[in-house]
């Protein structure tokens, strides 16, 4: 498995630096000596605005984290907003939410099961 290497702000500056010259992501990629398929999801995010140079971190949320997005879900929060005030992506705001549906399902599904499945009350 090839280790991941962090691109530093100075290399995703000078990416926008050459988008807005106009300069396509395969000559952008070319120049920064970066893949083309990076470059090329960076110049889609930067096209609707979602591209910056600060970089966004790629581990997982604490479990404060987590429950901050189940609660601001909760309240149809929208993602992007989610993810800026959090620091992350979208997509692990995304993977995050679909997580705990998931938990919430089976432990819903586990207390069911678990019963006896009598809810008269003993009198």
């Known amino acids: 498995m090839t280790e991941r290497k962090r691109i530093g702000k100075e290399t995703r500056e ?3 630096r050459l988008f807005e010259q106009g300069t396509g992501y395969k000559a952008t990629a070319s120049r ?13 995010a930067w096209v609707k605005g979602e591209f910056s140079a ?6 997982p ?10 609660e601001l879900k909760r309240i ?15 997509s692990l705001v995304q993977n995050t939410w679909r997580r705990i549906r998931e938990e ?9 099961v678990g019963g006896t499945g009598d809810t008269s009350e003993a009198g």
């Open 54 to 59: 600060e970089y966004r971190r790629r581990v």
């Open 61 to 70: 949320l604490d479990a404060m984290e987590i429950r901050i997005v189940g």
């Open 32 to 44: 920064l000596g970066i893949a083309a398929a990076t470059v090329r999801d960076w110049k889609r």
């Open 104 to 112: 919430r399902a089976r432990a819903e599904a586990e207390k069911n």
């Open 14 to 16: 000078a990416a926008i």
């Open 76 to 90: 149809d929060t929208p993602d992007k907003t989610i993810a800026t005030m959090l620091g992350c992506s979208i």
